[in-house]
Antibody, heavy 120, light 108 residues
Framework: EVQLVETGGDLIQPGGSLRLSCAAS????????ITWVRQAPGKGLEWVSVMYPGVGTYYRDSVKGRFTISRDNSKNIVHLQMNSLRDEDTAVYYC??????????????WGNGTTVIVSS | EIVMTQSPATLSVSPGERATLSCRAS??????LAWYQQKPGQAPRLLIY???TRATGIPARFTGSGSGTEFTLTISSLQSEDFAVYYC??????????FGQGTRLEIK
């Protein structure tokens, strides 16, 4: 079964660090685009970061320099290292597989999410 | 950055009736648009990609249409499980990926 499972969410103070993990099963993360999308309480979906199958990592402007996406091929896991956390980073963080077919890039598999609360 | 605007914010429809949700892009995204459904406490679920192609396992009552800047998601004969929040997402201007703010479909 193709599946993603996120872990690592927690209550953290502003300025702190947290590492989220996205474990894949049923497919290989190194061969796929994997993205992180977050959802603040009561709000909509917001793209955060994406890792390309080969090399290539990209971030939304508000997290550049603070968040780092990486991949552990041996464990088939994608991580999101979050530093210098701010109140506005509070959200449920989802990882998703981005399926690419010709010109189509769509998020076809989603994890259940992990909750990050930034608060003093 | 391409801004996606969905309307209405909330749509009240009776079961068995048709629902029409709209999504507008601030510039042309060709047919590079996806629709997702999200129920409370759940992750989003892919419904449509390429503006009109249903994802695997999505019932035929879900229909996507449009191109350029104007898109529509139509749900014919609403079932109880269809009441949820719906998001559109463009991937023409690949990064940043942008979503609409969502339309909440509620039971009338």
């Amino acid at each position: 079964e193709v599946q993603l499972v996120e872990t690592g969410g927690d209550l953290i103070q502003p300025g702190g660090s947290l590492r989220l993990s996205c474990a894949a099963s049923g497919f290989t993360v190194s061969s796929n685009y994997i993205t992180w999308v977050r959802q603040a309480p009561g709000k909509g979906l917001e793209w955060v970061s994406v890792m390309y199958p080969g090399v290539g990592t990209y971030y939304r402007d508000s997290v550049k320099g603070r968040f780092t996406i990486s991949r552990d091929n041996s464990k088939n896991i994608v991580h999101l290292q979050m530093n210098s956390l701010r109140d506005e980073d509070t959200a449920v963080y989802y990882c998703a597989r981005v399926m690419q077919e010709l010109d189509d890039y769509y998020m076809d598999v989603w994890g259940n999410g992990t909750t990050v609360i930034v608060s003093s | 950055e391409i801004v996606m605007t969905q309307s209405p914010a909330t749509l009240s429809v009776s079961p068995g009736e048709r629902a029409t949700l709209s999504c507008r892009a601030s510039q042309s995204v060709s047919s590079n648009l996806a629709w997702y459904q999200q129920k409370p406490g759940q992750a989003p679920r892919l419904l449509i990609y390429g503006a009109s192609t249903r994802a695997t396992g999505i019932p035929a009552r879900f229909t996507g249409s449009g191109s350029g800047t104007e898109f529509t998601l139509t749900i014919s004969s609403l079932q109880s499980e269809d009441f949820a929040v719906y998001y559109c997402q463009q991937y023409d201007n690949w990064l940043p990926i942008t979503f609409g703010q969502g339309t909440r479909l509620e039971i009338k």
